[in-house]
């Protein structure tokens, strides 16, 4: 059986208190920060919890596929946000299913991205993916490439960049999230002075370390497990 819907709303209530609780600490408004519920490998029973939960927009996916089954089954009134890594030969269909990608880390994905886009006729929100933490291990653009990524999707049409996103390298140590977070937001902080644009969203956190991603200034965390608990294994 899978999770009920109450208890999904119990943990939603959990973690928005200790989102509240990171703002309190960090001196921040909690408005500021929003909640994205990674409903990935979870059936699309999940996303329809959380438009039923209100006050949640958007849903966070890792695979395009996987997305565009769910979305077909779930009220259009909910947004879609790709969060994991993008092949170029997926990215027109990404382009058909997302309301935003955060993954964009590539000038080749910053072209075919920005062609499909044009083709549909609708701008595309996208965040870039930046590699903040030096992990060998996380996709993402390496910080000194930051600066000319930027500028080729500024300069593409059909795309609208809205800010930067981070994964954190795998860590017991919660001063390495927070280096990496710190690092981010620097990198925003350079590039939005450099280039004359906001790039407001951050999304940077997940279950684990959205407290150390709030203290350096997250305006978006991405959480799974702490709503909908471990992922169900993959049908054999």
Request: aromatic share 4%; with cysteine; hydrophobic share 45%.
């Amino acid at each position: 059986m899978y999770l009920s819907y109450e208890q999904f709303s119990a943990n939603t209530r959990a973690v928005l208190g200790r989102i509240a609780e990171a703002c309190a600490r960090a001196g921040r408004n909690p408005a500021e920060v929003k909640l994205l519920p990674v409903t990935k490998t979870h059936p699309a029973e999940a996303a329809t919890y959380v438009l039923r939960y209100g006050g949640l927009s958007s849903v966070g996916e890792n695979r395009v596929q996987e997305a565009a089954e769910k979305r077909g089954a779930v009220d259009a009134a909910l947004q879609w946000e790709l969060i994991g890594h993008l092949q170029s030969n997926k990215a027109r269909l990404a382009v058909e299913v997302f309301d935003r990608i955060q993954s964009v880390d590539s000038e080749k994905l910053v072209g075919v991205l920005a062609r499909a886009s044009v083709a549909r006729g609708r701008p595309l929100r996208v965040l870039l993916q930046i590699n903040a933490g030096n992990d060998p291990a996380k996709f993402g653009a390496e910080p000194d490439e930051a600066p000319h990524l930027l500028e080729q999707a500024l300069g593409s049409p059909g795309l609208q960049v809205e800010g930067l996103m981070t994964i954190a390298p795998l860590s017991d140590d919660p001063d390495v999230a927070r280096r990496t977070f710190a690092n981010l937001r620097m990198i925003r902080d350079a590039l939005a002075l450099r280039f004359g644009v906001p790039l407001h969203e951050l999304s940077m956190g997940m279950s684990g370390d959205l407290a150390e991603a709030i203290a350096e200034g997250s305006t978006q965390v991405r959480v799974g497990t702490a709503l909908f608990g471990h992922r169900p294994p993959p049908a054999t």
